[in-house]
Every structure is written in structure tokens, then in C-alpha cells.
């Protein structure tokens, strides 16, 4: 049985209903990537699975327990989340960043251990975060900052990491950047990733599992190959598309194309309403003056 799953989830914002029903199985050591439209429930459900938010019914379930009856630092222990654009208070550090995960680990005063030190440093080196330790996070750039928060999630020492739309706003040089750390992570480390993402390019080619969301409802989950299909963009994102295969990995790629449902209002011109409308003659203008 897997460790982290979600069991009969029913999630809702005031009396909106968000998820109903939901059952989510998290594979063990593997990146898995929820994708769906805007306004799915993807975030939410992550937030959710991290106890973030709490489910009106069901229950996230982790090694067996309901993280809803566990202890916060427990919980802690096992998962960290990196939210969507996270901000540091102003003047903060990298190295003190970093330090600020392994606060559920820490006993009394909060006076980091030998243990605390070897984890920050483990987490910087990492990330390729050394020589930016001393660095003010606002003077970093985009991808530089994403990395310092994630060194933050590493330090924590969890076996499980939640992303959500961890390259949102970075360029691709700094998207690829993060998402070949994540890679690294998980392969070398054997980290449990789990993230949102907008890209489905960048879901097919780093994620081993993917879930297909729509309305918070799983549409479709398994391998990139079995979810990024061309009826799966048509039901979950309303798009044609042409799945294709990598060139280099095979991974299959979307080239969307047109949208499924027709009937937009169609482009009026700007003299649309002097083309319709008759004009007077030249005769006409001279005596309606």
C-alpha cells in the first residue's frame, strides 16, 4: 500500500463544492504531476494532501494515519509543501531561509543542533546553494530564490516533497533548471515529488505519473503515455492537439492546434458599424448643411 493517499476527499470553499468524491493514490518514490485547467482543483488538492487546507469529508491518509488526527511537527516530519510564490521577510538570508525547515526537528529555544547545521548544509550543497548562502533573497534572481526555497523543503529531511507550479514566472533556462533539480532529487535522493504543473510538456517529460484533472475529478492518472493523449486534451483542457513523441526521450509532447468548442463571437472591425450603416451622398452633405 502506498504511504500518502487521499480517501474520499470532499473539498469545498465556503459552499462552493471544489472536489466530491475524491480517491488519489500517491505513488511511493516517484514524481507525480497534477495537471488540469485553470480552476480544476489541482492546487487545491495538493494543498490538501499537505494539510494545508482541511477536507470537509475523507480523509489524507499518511503511513496509515489520518494527518488530520497527527500532530502538526509529525506531520512536518514526513511532508513539506513549497506554496505557490512564497516571500521572505525583507533582509532574510539564504542560509537563514534554509535554517527556518528544520524548525519541527528542533527542541527548546530553537538552538540549531549538530544535526540542524549538517542538514542546512546537505541542502545547500545540494541545490548548488554555497556561495549564495550569505546572498539577501531579494537580491537573487527568480530561479535562484525558487532553488533557496526548495533547499528550505529539503532541510525539513522529509521523505516527501509538494510543489505547486514550482516554475510559474521563470524564464525556461531557470524552468529547466528547476525541474532537473527536482530529477536529481527524486533519482538520486529518492524523494517523493509531487507538483502542479501548467506545461505538459514539462509534466510528460519529468514526472513518472501524472493525474489529469477536471472539475475537481480525476479524468485520467498513469504513465505520461497513457494520460497525454488527444482525447484527454480534448475532455480536460478543450483543445485539438497532436500528441507526438520526443524526439530524444519519446516522452509524448501536445502541439495544440484549435479549440474544441466553436461559436466564439466573431472579430468586428472597427468601421464595421460605416460599413453597415448606408453613406450619404455628396449631394446629401452639401444641404444638410
Not at 33 to 59: P, W
Not at 90 to 116: C, I, M, N, W
Not at 174 to 193: A, P, W
Request: charged share 20%.
Amino acid at each position: 500500500m502506498a504511504r500518502l493517499f487521499a480517501d474520499k476527499l470532499h473539498i469545498s470553499y465556503g459552499s462552493q463544492p471544489i472536489v466530491e468524491n475524491l480517491d488519489l493514490v500517491i505513488p511511493d518514490g516517484k514524481v507525480t504531476a497534477l495537471v488540469g485547467a485553470n480552476g480544476s482543483g489541482k492546487s487545491t488538492i495538493l494543498k490538501t494532501m499537505a494539510r494545508l487546507m482541511k477536507a470537509n469529508k475523507g480523509s489524507v491518509y499518511l503511513d496509515g494515519k489520518s494527518i488530520s488526527q497527527m500532530q502538526t511537527k509529525e506531520v512536518a516530519k514526513q511532508l513539506a509543501i513549497l506554496p505557490q510564490n512564497p516571500v521572505a521577510p525583507e533582509g532574510l538570508t539564504v542560509r537563514e531561509l534554509v535554517a527556518y525547515g528544520r524548525f519541527p526537528h528542533q527542541k527548546g529555544l530553537g538552538t540549531l543542533s549538530k544535526e540542524d547545521k549538517k542538514m542546512i548544509e546537505w541542502a545547500l550543497q545540494v541545490t548548488n546553494m554555497n556561495e549564495l548562502a550569505d546572498r539577501q533573497i531579494e537580491s537573487m534572481s527568480g530561479g535562484q530564490r525558487q532553488r533557496a526555497w526548495i533547499a528550505m523543503a529539503l532541510a525539513q529531511g522529509t521523505d516527501i516533497l509538494f510543489l505547486d507550479e514550482p516554475t510559474t514566472y521563470l524564464d525556461m533556462a531557470h524552468q529547466l533548471e528547476v525541474l532537473k533539480l527536482l530529477e536529481q532529487l527524486n533519482r538520486e535522493v529518492g524523494k517523493t515529488i509531487v507538483m502542479v504543473v501548467h506545461d505538459l510538456s514539462h509534466a510528460s517529460m519529468y514526472a513518472e505519473h501524472i493525474v489529469a484533472i477536471k472539475q475537481g475529478s480525476i479524468v485520467r492518472a498513469g504513465q505520461p503515455a497513457e494520460v497525454i493523449t488527444s482525447s484527454m486534451l480534448q475532455e480536460v483542457f478543450g483543445i485539438e492537439a497532436d500528441v507526438i513523441p520526443c524526439p530524444r526521450t519519446g516522452a509524448p509532447l501536445c502541439l495544440p492546434y484549435a479549440l474544441v468548442k466553436e461559436g466564439h463571437a466573431a472579430v468586428i472591425p472597427l468601421n464595421a458599424k460605416a460599413e453597415r450603416e448606408p453613406q450619404p451622398s455628396r449631394l446629401e452633405r452639401v444641404h444638410s448643411i
